[in-house]
């Protein structure tokens, strides 16, 4: 129940959806002297059906009955239906060996099927083979034994496939016209029409895959008191399946496609290591980080802009993204900030602009800067932005949204009776748009409560009225002008109740671009759980039959160290729905602060 324009509006909407499975596995297992033999063979079908039925109406008038009332609404009416479904067959056989525990292959072959795609297309074909030799074992390392525990050597190469779109992308698809449509009329008389949506369909689409290689080891020292793993990986994704602008001459917004190659490759360590191990007192330490580098190997696009478009129309112009053959996801790109207009002051020979008689501004004579075009006028305290050498804005690189470098830390234990967990995770070197900071930051048509970001204060910004007086001295009318003598008398105040504001006056933006103050440093390191356990004593229980009972208080995401302005780093509120636009963080709900307590009991 909402209001449109200040009429009152309801809108209900049910959606009745069923899915099943139907898993089928075969396993097979046999040992003959030094060689184990194994084979998985799996058949499995997924289904699932969707139906919506949504009906709105406007103008109603029982506040009370709101959604309840749609028949009584006075204005238009509305009654929408859609029925959706979708099939996934997939069959695998997977095949083991191995030679006393040293030599160790693996291959799979595995066939899926999706109803999402067209005939020809529907079909992918995943296969995998890997491959592991444990070292530590062979003769030649026997000299090792008392130091070394294991040594293990992993190589593997494999495909998967991703079939994660909408269906009905194969056919066009049409709905009833809305009321506000401009249908054709018959005799006077307003008939029905079908309209097509804002996506093309496309039935060439097929499955994205994703070809992994793997080269790891596997280690362990002094009785694998210390132990761990060491990963390098290249993963390369074909075909990805994406959402695109097409040219608004096909009567469609956007297509999906098979939009190109992308690579990652790095480098992943995890270590594991026991620090004390007594009788009544334990402590154990973990600790994983991992490196990885993106690349765009292919691209099959007319533009290297991709629009996040987190906000509908609050922005400008968003092409925020810079997506091209060669280079990395989560480019941003944008427009950097370079104070704000200033007031010309005669006597030292610096600001910006002069005040003329009848209450306009112009630029002092020798300066080139057109920042105001962009944002909504000349006016001081306006917000100015790095320009080229004819004054004109220029749009550059503001950093990358995908972190490099991401991992965790903790600690387990024991003593005595107690026990305890803590974990930390951790990001370096990734931006995040904070676009709920910049939202705020700017003042665009009736929005008048939007410039509510704490930098804001009065303290902090450039201000145009006078607190003496009252008086807009920004916009003064030639009245403020006479009242305080002169233009240039106007222009000396202004400068004098700016001394030292550091922020531009948001109420004389009222267009705005992406720039770098909403570009922030997402690094931060989380206190992602914490736990605390007592076991009973054994004696305590034995009179009870019961084998064990332990009490346990776990917190979780207690706090969170990081420069962000924003409640949340870790948010990610635009990649769902366009991939290539990673990195927007708008009117996202952080996550939770979280407390469990419970009770295990053996018997």
């Not at 362990?220 to 959402?243: A, C, H, P, Q, V």
């Not at 096909?250 to 190109?260: C, D, H, K, L, S």
């Not at 099959?300 to 987190?310: E, F, H, R, V």
């Amino acid at each position: 129940y909402y209001q449109v324009n200040g009429t009152n509006s309801a809108e209900v909407e049910t959606t009745d959806r069923m899915d099943w499975t139907w898993d089928n596995q075969l396993d097979f297992n046999k040992t003959i002297g030094d060689h184990t033999f194994g084979a998985m063979g799996l058949f499995s079908i997924y289904r699932s059906d969707k139906e919506i039925y949504r009906l709105k109406g406007f103008g109603i008038s029982d506040d009370m009955l709101s959604f309840h009332a749609l028949d009584k609404a006075s204005g238009d009416k509305e009654i929408a239906s859609s029925y959706t479904a979708s099939t996934l067959v997939s069959g695998a056989l997977r095949l083991n060996y191995s030679y006393k525990g040293k030599y160790m292959a693996t291959a799979t072959a595995r066939a899926d099927g999706s109803s999402r795609f067209a005939e020809g297309n529907r079909w992918g074909w995943f296969p995998s083979v890997a491959l592991a030799w444990r070292m530590s074992e062979e003769n030649f390392m026997k000299g090792a034994s008392d130091w070394l525990s294991n040594l293990k050597l992993r190589l593997s190469f494999g495909t998967a496939g991703n079939n994660r779109i909408n269906s009905g992308l194969l056919e066009p698809l049409y709905s009833m016209a809305s009321n506000t449509s401009k249908a054709p009329e018959f005799n006077g008389v307003t008939g029905s029409m079908l309209e097509h949506g804002k996506y093309l369909y496309n039935p060439d689409l097929k499955w994205e895959t994703t070809i992994t290689r793997n080269l790891g080891i596997d280690f362990g020292f002094w009785n694998n008191r210390i132990s761990g793993t060491l990963d390098f990986y290249w993963n390369t994704t074909k075909d990805l399946l994406m959402e695109t602008v097409i040219p608004s001459s096909t009567g469609y917004e956007t297509q999906f496609q098979n939009f190109g190659k992308t690579s990652n490759k790095g480098v992943e360590l995890a270590i594991n290591a026991v620090l004390v191990d007594k009788k009544n007192f334990g402590l154990n330490f973990n600790f994983n980080i991992s490196y990885n580098r993106n690349k765009i190997e292919e691209l099959n696009s007319g533009s290297p802009w991709q629009s996040s478009s987190w906000s509908g129309k609050t922005l400008e112009q968003y092409e925020d993204f810079r997506v091209v053959a060669g280079g990395r996801l989560g480019e941003l790109w944008g427009y950097k900030t370079n104070g704000y207009y200033t007031v010309y002051d005669p006597a030292t020979g610096t600001g910006d602009l002069v005040l003329n008689a009848n209450g306009t501004w112009s630029l002092r004579e020798g300066l080139k800067d057109n920042s105001y075009t962009y944002f909504g006028g000349l006016y001081p305290g306006v917000l100015k932005v790095q320009v080229d050498e004819n004054g004109d804005p220029i749009k550059q690189r503001l950093g990358n949204t995908v972190a490099p470098t991401t991992g965790g830390f903790g600690f387990d234990g024991r003593i005595g009776n107690f026990d305890f967990n803590v974990f930390f995770n951790y990001s370096l070197g990734n931006k995040l748009v904070n676009g709920t900071k910049l939202a705020n930051s700017f003042y665009a048509g009736s929005s008048k409560n939007y410039n509510l970001v704490a930098d804001f204060n009065l303290e902090n910004r450039y201000t145009w009225i006078d607190p003496e007086t009252g008086l807009n001295l920004g916009r003064p009318s030639t009245n403020t002008i006479a009242a305080y003598g002169s233009a240039e008398a106007v222009m000396a105040r202004l400068n004098e109740i700016n001394q030292g504001k550091v922020m531009y006056n948001p109420a004389g933006v009222s267009k705005m671009y992406l720039i770098d103050y909403a570009v922030e440093d997402a690094s931060f390191l989380r206190v992602q759980n914490i736990t605390v356990g007592y076991t009973l004593p054994k004696k305590w229980v034995k009179a009870m039959n019961i084998e064990n009972i332990r009490l346990y208080f776990t917190g979780y995401n207690l706090f969170c160290i990081t420069g962000y302005d924003g409640y949340d780093p870790e948010v990610d509120t635009s990649s769902k729905k366009t991939p290539m636009c990673p990195g927007i963080d708008y009117a996202a709900y952080p996550k939770s602060r979280t407390f469990v307590g419970g009770i295990n009991v053996t018997f």
